[in-house]
């Protein structure tokens, strides 16, 4: 009872508290149940905390060591050193110390401190063990060797392609100044040129060189067969015009026909 009427008693009086109480000193009061949030947004902290520009935590230097370092380079190999004489024997040592009544491992240990048994190596047995690179070199390497890494920033700037069509052309330059150096053009005829060019060579002959001239074709029976109707006076139609025979012309020749004139040598006498 004596609980109860203490809480009853206490509500007026918060009640008449918060009635009184303006936001803004709420705020300010550093109670987290009194401050007031706006709608959308967080309740403001009743701590006292730094600027908004200051950056929490603690900076860490950067490693030497990033991504770029460990996937763009290989460490190599380095084999293990190979026992030498100064190399202890453990199993002859572990059964000098048991067969000397060492039971544990403490006693062990100090059973090794104060004897040093090293290691023999095995001699060789049946025949020599054949020698490879690494027994002469220790640092020998075996395997094939990877290719070099792709240079990304030529790929990206396009720098193979540019070398590329640098070199075609400079080739393609070198080409044509050799064809015009050492070559001909040669022109490629067609059917029908080189036909016209052989019948212009042939009438060119026979221009040259005319044959006599062929007797038309008659039947044996009618060779010796001469005209039977011979006027007095009138050897020709009279209205026949007086045609004259011109002399023959030249047949014309395609220019590319033309043989060109030999040159003659001329003796010195």
Same mark, same amino acid.
């Given at each position: 009872?004596?609980?109860?009427?203490?809480?009853? #008693?206490?509500?007026?009086?918060?009640?008449?508290?918060?009635?009184?109480?303006?936001?803004?000193?709420?705020?300010?009061?550093?109670?987290?149940?009194?401050?007031?949030?706006?709608?959308?947004?967080?309740?403001?902290?009743?701590?006292?905390?730094?600027?908004?520009?200051?950056?929490?935590?603690?900076?860490?230097?950067?490693?030497?060591?990033?991504?770029?370092?460990?996937?763009?380079?290989?460490?190599?190999?380095?084999?293990?050193?190979?026992?030498?004489?100064?190399?202890?024997?453990?199993?002859?040592?572990?059964?000098?110390?048991?067969?000397?009544?060492? !039971?544990?491992?403490?006693?062990? #240990?100090?059973?090794?401190?104060?004897?040093?048994?090293?290691?023999?190596?095995?001699?060789?047995?049946?025949?020599?063990?054949?020698?490879?690179?690494?027994?002469?070199?220790?640092?020998?390497?075996?395997?094939?060797?990877? !290719?070099?890494?792709?240079?990304?920033?030529?790929?990206?700037?396009?720098?193979?392609?540019?070398?590329?069509?640098?070199?075609?052309?400079?080739?393609?330059?070198?080409?044509?100044?050799?064809?015009?150096?050492?070559?001909? !053009?040669?022109?490629?005829?067609?059917?029908?040129?080189?036909?016209?060019?052989?019948?212009?060579?042939?009438?060119?002959?026979?221009?040259?060189?005319?044959?006599?001239?062929?007797?038309?074709?008659?039947?044996?029976?009618?060779?010796?067969?001469?005209?039977?109707?011979?006027?007095?006076?009138?050897?020709?139609?009279?209205?026949?015009?007086?045609?004259?025979?011109?002399?023959?012309?030249?047949?014309?020749?395609?220019?590319?026909?033309?043989?060109?004139?030999?040159?003659?040598?001329?003796?010195?006498?």
């Amino acid at each position: 009872k004596t609980g109860t009427a203490c809480v009853c #008693a206490a509500l007026p009086l918060v009640g008449s508290a918060s009635s009184t109480m303006s936001e803004a000193y709420c705020n300010k009061s550093g109670n987290a149940v009194l401050v007031k949030d706006d709608i959308g947004k967080a309740k403001p902290s009743i701590y006292d905390l730094p600027t908004e520009g200051f950056t929490y935590g603690r900076s860490e230097p950067a490693d030497a060591e990033g991504a770029r370092e460990v996937t763009m380079f290989w460490a190599s190999h380095v084999p293990r050193p190979k026992p030498g004489p100064d190399c202890q024997d453990f199993r002859k040592l572990n059964r000098t110390a048991a067969k000397c009544g060492v !039971r544990n491992a403490r006693d062990l #240990a100090e059973f090794r401190k104060h004897t040093d048994i090293k290691l023999v190596p095995p001699g060789p047995m049946g025949v020599l063990p054949k020698v490879i690179p690494s027994d002469v070199i220790p640092s020998f390497a075996y395997g094939s060797k990877s !290719r070099p890494s792709t240079p990304i920033t030529h790929v990206i700037g396009n720098q193979y392609a540019t070398e590329s069509e640098e070199a075609l052309a400079v080739h393609y330059r070198e080409l044509e100044e050799y064809q015009a150096k050492h070559e001909k !053009r040669i022109v490629k005829l067609t059917k029908m040129s080189k036909d016209r060019i052989h019948d212009a060579r042939i009438r060119m002959k026979e221009w040259r060189n005319p044959s006599a001239p062929k007797e038309p074709f008659k039947l044996t029976k009618f060779k010796k067969v001469t005209s039977k109707l011979k006027l007095p006076g009138l050897h020709q139609s009279a209205s026949a015009p007086s045609l004259q025979r011109l002399p023959a012309e030249p047949p014309q020749v395609p220019q590319e026909a033309v043989p060109e004139p030999e040159a003659k040598e001329v003796s010195e006498e």
